[in-house]
Nanobody, 127 residues
Framework: QVHLVESGGGLVQPGGSLRLSCAAS????????IGWFRQTPGKEREGVSC????????YFLDSVKGRFTISRDNAGNTVTLQMNSLKPEDTAVYYC????????????????????WGQGTEVTVSS
């Protein structure tokens, strides 16, 4: 059974950092790209970042480029989103998701190309 579990969210001041982790189980992680999405009330879920199965292709939302990095540890079944220089507009529930297998080597931000999702972890950036 496929499971994705996010952790690492919390309250942080503007300019601070958080490290989100996505723990994967029930499938072979290195066969899939993994994405991070975020959502705030009343808005559509938006793709924040993605890393391909071998880590060669990555994607970042324009507004987080230069501040967020993504990495994966296939042996440890974990994908990490490092978020630095956080801004209030980064406040959201963050979700990790497994990309459809045929898209494992190419990253993207279209939610419909992801098949399994975690339950989300809340990030609040506020002073």
């Amino acid at each position: 059974q496929v499971h994705l579990v996010e952790s690492g969210g919390g309250l942080v001041q503007p300019g601070g950092s958080l490290r989100l982790s996505c723990a994967a189980s029930g499938f072979t992680l290195d066969n899939y790209a993994i994405g991070w999405f975020r959502q705030t009330p009343g808005k559509e879920r938006e793709g924040v970042s993605c890393i391909s199965s071998k880590g060669i292709s990555v994607y970042f939302l324009d507004s987080v480029k230069g501040r967020f990095t993504i990495s994966r540890d296939n042996a440890g079944n974990t994908v990490t989103l490092q978020m630095n220089s956080l801004k209030p507009e980064d406040t959201a529930v963050y979700y990790c998701a497994r990309r459809l297998s045929q898209w494992r080597d190419v990253c993207g931000h279209v939610a419909a190309r992801y098949d399994y999702w975690g339950q989300g972890t809340e990030v609040t950036v506020s002073s």
